[in-house]
């Protein structure tokens, strides 16, 4: 079993930055893929970025170049730096962990992910 919990969301001007962090404890076997999703209400939930246990990265159409993703040495802690913050971007951001995210080495598409761990969400507004 893998727990996860979310922490720094909040609100935001549009153009502004936030950092979410996960607290990452339980089986370290499902840090091999880690990532984070958002969803709004009434949509399905969206693949955020993604990393790997070997420090590879991957990120939807929708955040290239704004997002980064990382994580300690450990595995313990995952982190999601957010620049260039959007009205588009408001959603509940998920952590998640025990994922799908390659086969045979290389990347699959990021709506092809598949994790089994979830984090409860944390709340992301960015608004004027």
């Known amino acids: 079993q893998v727990h996860l919990v979310e922490s720094g969301g909040g609100s935001v001007q549009p153009g502004g930055s936030l950092t979410l962090s996960c607290s990452v404890s339980?089986?370290?076997?499902?840090?091999?893929?880690m990532g984070w999703f958002r969803q709004v209400p009434g949509k399905k939930r969206e693949a955020v970025a993604a990393?790997?246990?070997?420090?590879?990265?991957n990120y939807g159409d929708l955040v290239q170049g704004r997002f980064t993703i990382s994580k300690d040495n450990t595995g313990g802690s995952l982190n999601l730096s957010m620049q260039s913050l959007e009205p588009a971007d408001t959603a509940k951001y998920f952590c998640?962990?025990?994922?799908?995210?390659?086969?045979?080495?290389?990347?699959?598409?990021?709506?092809?992910?598949?994790?089994?761990?979830w984090g409860q969400g944390t709340q992301v507004t960015v608004s004027s």
């Open positions: 339980g089986d370290r076997d499902r840090t091999r893929c």
């Open positions: 990393i790997l246990i070997d420090g590879r990265t």
């Open positions: 998640a962990a025990g994922g799908t995210c390659t086969y045979n080495g290389n990347w699959i598409p990021p709506m092809m992910w598949e994790f089994r761990n």
